[in-house]
């Protein structure tokens, strides 16, 4: 995905189950992946506050092997719809 500002074109289903595959693939507790997709417009407003190169920073935070899976769960998506 070349512009992650096209998350923002996702519906609120389609950005939840972004968020539920990525927070899998990191490993994190399901739990914490269901209050991150409470508030969809939320996540689309923090999405559409950072730039390109913010969104990498952060998911690069997870260390080599995470952020290429986060990046082929975005690759996925795109592909997909």
């Known amino acids: 995905m070349s512009n992650y500002k096209d998350l923002n074109k996702l519906s609120d289903s389609q950005l939840r189950g972004l968020v539920c595959d990525i927070t899998k ?3 994190a507790d399901p739990k914490r992946a269901a209050h991150l ?8 407003n923090l999405i559409s506050g950072m730039e390109n190169k913010d969104i990498e920073a952060l998911i690069n935070r997870a260390g ?3 952020a290429k899976q986060i990046y082929e769960v975005l690759e996925r998506r795109g592909s997909n719809g």
């Open 25 to 27: 693939a990191l490993g």
């Open 37 to 44: 997709t409470q508030d969809p417009q939320k996540l689309k």
């Open 64 to 66: 080599k092997d995470k």
